[in-house]
């Protein structure tokens, strides 16, 4: 007894201490984040700086308190709605002059992203604001911002390269045989190339055409796009003839890029930072150079109101990553998560009137797409509209859930449609038979043990998975049908699993109107009947209460320079190489995931930068790595 009366004591002990550790946590990050309010200025007639470090997404992934703490940002992940916020700001704001991006560590972003941010660098240069951009190395995604601006410069030691969307996927037929592994699939769709990576060795003629269909039309919308704010550069000359015009240059990629007019200045980032003081002055020595500025964290964190907004709100759901069942962290859409999120905002805020969900997913878990779409119908029978806006991917699942909407709203370059079903479930039949290992039981039905991984599946299970695939289907066709006011055969004939660009969804009814989420926000609002300006509210899982803490007390930070490659060729190639990652997780999720699934992996991979499944793959790799190593 006394042993068991000392541990309580210890234990008692601990948590007075933890808790006495939280209420110190908790001050310090309040008075040093009243603190960094106070000392945060916005230098009168300086720059914006968006260091745009990492990749562009819709909602950044969670961080943990130990990669906070240690000042490393999971992936450099860059919010597309603040940078929309802070220029949108900037154009209004008399002490900004000059917009700066700093796109020398820019990993990429959904093409959809790349156009409402191009818009919004287009109504600051309204304004009477400049844009100046600076890299070292500018492919697809840091040129299209790029081509807003007012003046491109490119280090002499770099160069511009465009590929355009497209490239390799992996596919495990070989493999799988190699090792007697069987893939069992049940799908529905023509086009639902998701479940091909373990069935093919290559890309099936169907997949084939309509992904060839679907870039295409991305190709020709950011052509279109870059031709309008940049009309001197003719980028698909340029990359016919990029050889030749190289030999030219004697090899040198800067020079040929500013002969075929793709940049304005050749030149060091001293010789920018020295263009830039002489445009609005001389500041305090910051990591972006000498010039007098203020970083997109600081501005937005010294512009934020400090007394919190009352009054008619739109309320903006993010669906954003891998549709997942039960709970998940931020840039993963957990149906348990956001459907408690949703149900939570529309119970507890009175000035909620309208709901957007915003959804960048290229779908995942049936059930929990259904339990998102569930929650959104139960706020409609709350009296509140619901609007839809589609980011660079709303696919498969994302698109389920965006039935429950009353509009839509899709960028031109949107990834939207793949209206299909699958289930996949291996088994292990011929592996343990290779190996000498036999199997065998007793059943008392001709379910028991079903799906049956070890022996294989039986006959009836197999009739009782496609015939439930090919129910969700109708399921799936039905609720487009009702909420588009198609017939059910007109769905299925653009269903099929095909995904479509979302100019093209627009003409076939898949969406109502193009625009961004501003669009989605105003037309929401005008459903309600909210006039004037518009207050909306971010409904997602709350940030960690350490997290917040801990970021309260480091404050805003200012941005850093990565220490990773700029030139053009090691850019394509990290690109190339999350795709890669990526790639591998979303084949070990698939493989891993629910039996029934509505997903588009090909859709993802030419969406956001995914860098949850990306880190997901690489530690996949990593794991079967030390397997084979065991061996």
Excluded at 117 to 146: C, H, W
Aim: aromatic share 6%; with cysteine.
């Amino acid at each position: 007894m006394t042993f068991v009366r000392y541990t309580w004591r210890f234990l008692v002990g601990v948590k007075d201490l933890l808790v006495l550790l939280l209420l110190l946590l908790f001050f310090a990050g309040l008075w040093s984040a009243l603190n960094s309010r106070a000392t945060l200025s916005v230098p009168d007639g300086g720059a914006l700086v968006l260091h745009l470090d990492g990749g562009i997404v819709d909602q950044a992934a969670d961080q943990s308190p130990l990669e906070l703490a240690s000042g490393r940002d999971i992936g450099g992940q860059v919010q597309a709605r603040d940078i929309i916020r802070g220029i949108d700001s900037a154009a209004t704001d008399t002490r900004i002059k000059t917009v700066v991006l700093d796109l020398d560590t820019f990993v990429g972003a959904g093409q959809a992203n790349l156009q409402s941010i191009g818009q919004a660098l287009r109504r600051v240069r309204k304004a009477g604001k400049s844009v100046n951009a600076y890299a070292t190395a500018y492919t697809d995604d840091g040129y299209y911002l790029a081509a807003q601006a007012d003046r491109i410069w490119l280090n002499p030691l770099g160069g511009v390269l465009l590929t355009g969307p497209g490239g390799s996927n992996l596919y495990f037929k070989n493999a799988l045989e190699k090792l007697n592994i069987d893939v069992n699939v049940f799908k529905v769709g023509t086009y639902k190339a998701a479940v091909e990576t373990f069935t093919l060795a290559r890309s099936s003629p169907e997949a084939r055409a309509a992904n060839q269909a679907l870039v295409d039309s991305l190709w020709a919308s950011f052509r279109t796009d870059v031709k309008a704010a940049r009309p001197a550069a003719d980028i698909t000359a340029f990359i016919a003839q990029l050889p030749q015009r190289l030999g030219a240059s004697g090899g040198d990629q800067a020079k040929a890029a500013l002969d075929a007019r793709l940049v304005d200045t050749i030149g060091t980032r001293s010789d920018f930072d020295a263009a830039i003081v002489k445009l609005v002055g001389e500041g305090e020595q910051r990591s972006f150079g000498t010039y007098k500025g203020i970083t997109l964290a600081s501005y937005l964190a010294a512009t934020d109101p400090v007394v919190p907004q009352t009054g008619p709100a739109i309320g903006v759901v993010y669906v954003t990553g891998d549709i997942v069942d039960g709970e998940a962290p931020r840039g993963t859409a957990g149906g348990a998560t956001i459907a408690r999120a949703i149900a939570n905002a529309v119970a507890d805020n009175d000035d909620l009137k309208a709901l957007v969900v915003r959804v960048d997913s290229g779908g995942g878990s049936v059930l929990a797409s259904e339990e998102i779409r569930q929650a959104l119908i139960d706020a409609k029978k709350q009296g509140l509209p619901v609007v839809a806006s589609f980011g660079p991917v709303a696919a498969s699942g994302g698109y389920w859930l965006a039935t429950s909407a009353d509009e839509i709203y899709a960028m031109p370059s949107t990834i939207t449609g793949s209206i299909g079903v699958f289930a996949i479930i291996p088994s292990f039949n011929r592996s343990l038979t290779e190996l000498g290992i036999g199997v065998d039981g007793v059943k008392s039905t001709p379910y028991s043990g079903e799906p049956d991984l070890l022996a294989g599946l039986s006959p009836e299970t197999r009739v009782i998975l496609q015939s439930s695939v090919e129910d969700i289907y109708r399921r799936f066709i039905g609720l487009v049908s009702t909420a588009r006011k198609l017939p059910t055969t007109e769905v299925d004939r653009i269903g099929q699993g095909r995904v479509w660009a979302g100019d093209t969804a627009l003409q076939l009814k898949l969406v109502d109107k193009l625009g961004g989420l501003d669009a989605a926000v105003a037309a929401a609002a005008a459903r309600a009947g909210v006039k004037g300006k518009i207050r909306t509210i971010d409904i997602e899982r709350p940030e960690s209460p350490l997290v917040a803490l801990l970021r309260g007390v480091m404050g805003p930070g200012e941005d850093a320079q990565e220490q990773v490659a700029r030139d053009p060729f090691a850019k394509l190639a990290a690109a190339s190489r999350q795709r890669l990652l990526a790639a591998v997780g979303d084949m070990h999720a698939i493989a891993q995931g629910p039996t029934m699934q509505a997903a588009c992996t090909e859709c993802s991979g030419m969406g956001s930068p995914r860098v949850a499944r990306a880190q997901a793959g690489e530690g996949w790799l990593a794991k079967l790595a030390l397997t084979l190593a065991a061996k």
